[in-house]
């Protein structure tokens, strides 16, 4: 697997610049400024703050069987809102949806 292709993938697919991905990540802007500068794969540590910015656990980001690269730009966003919400406010959302 090419992780930094994929970590360049998931931030061109949520629209964000190596600045946002930092803001995101929490990580200082130096260690993304690095990561794709020398298209390097990160530590363990740093990647586990990117997939935390993306709404990935590690073994999602590692799966190459889902379907995230069928995603668009907006079903990430909604995903990353989702994973945002309290337990409350997602059966709330839930049953709105279903009303729909």
Not at 57 to 65: L, P
Request: proline share 3%.
């Amino acid at each position: 697997m090419d992780v930094f292709g994929k970590i360049k993938y998931l931030t061109e697919l949520n629209g964000w610049s190596q600045y946002e991905l930092a803001k995101n990540s929490e990580l200082p802007q130096s260690t993304v400024n690095s990561t794709f500068k020398y298209e390097r794969t990160p530590s363990i540590p740093t990647l586990e703050s990117f997939c935390k910015a993306f709404g990935l656990t590690m073994s999602e980001f590692f799966d190459d069987g889902g379907n995230l690269h069928n995603l668009s730009a907006d079903d990430i966003q909604i995903l990353n809102k989702w994973n945002e919400l309290s337990d409350d406010q997602k059966k709330i959302l839930l049953q709105l949806l279903e009303q729909m």
